[in-house]
T-cell receptor, first 115, second 115 residues
Framework: DVKVTQSSRYLVKRTGEKVFLECVQD?????MFWYRQDPGLGLRLIYF???????EKGDIPEGYSVSREKKERFSLILESASTNQTSMYLC??????????????FGEGSRLTVL | QKEVEQDPGPLSVPEGAIVSLNCTYS??????FMWYRQYSRKGPELLMY????GNKEDGRFTAQVDKSSKYISLFIRDSQPSDSATYLC???????????????FGKGTHLIIQP
């Protein structure tokens, strides 16, 4: 069974803290994505990666960075957390073999609260 | 204009009713259209997808595309309380500068089926 695992389901951090959100997939997928989901705004793409050490900005990259040192792992980093980064963060992966549908497989999400 | 527009609801209907969920899109070049379902505190999962115009049926669910009006619909027959979830329409998107095919999502419609 395919699986995308996000290490933390719920986190509470303070303003200014550095935050790491980890995501691991066991499907040998090439592509990995980080979205945030907010009421009224839907899913918005932060960053994605199509290969190890490769990363591309999505629609809202400001305040975030990412790291992909291994194919199965994609990390989202908040260098200095702010209250407007309180959100649900969703990691997803996809395979180039599933074109043309581009189906994404999502993790269960990480709910981050910044106080 | 956003590429995909979707009424966020909430939409509340009695059990057994026929449900119609809808999205509009802006780019006539889109060829594939997806519907994801997201239960509370879970990540989205692919429900079904269609290619170009026409209908696709899967059990109680029917996805419909009208390319002339740029309108996509998801119908649920004999709705059940277990269908209560957020439904997101999505369109595959090739991101410039990278090799990944991702998805652009509508904001999602929160559906409640009352027992």
């Amino acid at each position: 069974d395919v699986k995308v695992t996000q290490s933390s389901r719920y986190l509470v951090k303070r303003t200014g803290e550095k935050v790491f959100l980890e995501c691991v997939q066991d499907m040998d997928h090439e592509n990995m994505f980080w979205y945030r989901q907010d009421p009224g705004l839907g899913l918005r793409l932060i960053y994605f990666s199509y290969d190890v050490k490769m990363k591309e900005k999505g629609d809202i990259p400001e305040g975030y960075s990412v790291s992909r040192e291994k194919k199965e792992r994609f990390s989202l980093i908040l260098e200095s957390a702010s209250t407007n980064q309180t959100s649900m963060y969703l990691c997803a992966s996809s395979s180039v073999q599933t074109k043309p549908t581009g189906e994404l497989f999502f993790g269960e999400g990480s709910r981050l609260t910044v106080l | 204009q956003k590429e995909v527009e979707q009424d966020p609801g909430p939409l509340s209907v009695p059990e057994g009713a026929i449900v119609s969920l809808n999205c509009t899109y802006s780019n006539s070049a889109f060829q594939y259209f997806m519907w994801y379902r997201q239960y509370s505190r879970k990540g989205p999962e692919l429900l079904m997808y269609t290619y170009s115009s026409g209908n696709k049926e899967d059990g109680r669910f029917t996805a419909q595309v009208d390319k002339s009006s740029k309108y996509i619909s998801l119908f649920i027959r004999d709705s059940q309380p277990s269908d209560s979830a957020t439904y997101l329409c999505a369109i595959p998107q090739r991101y410039s500068g990278g090799g990944a095919d991702g998805l652009t999502f509508g904001k999602g419609t929160h559906l409640i089926i009352q027992p």
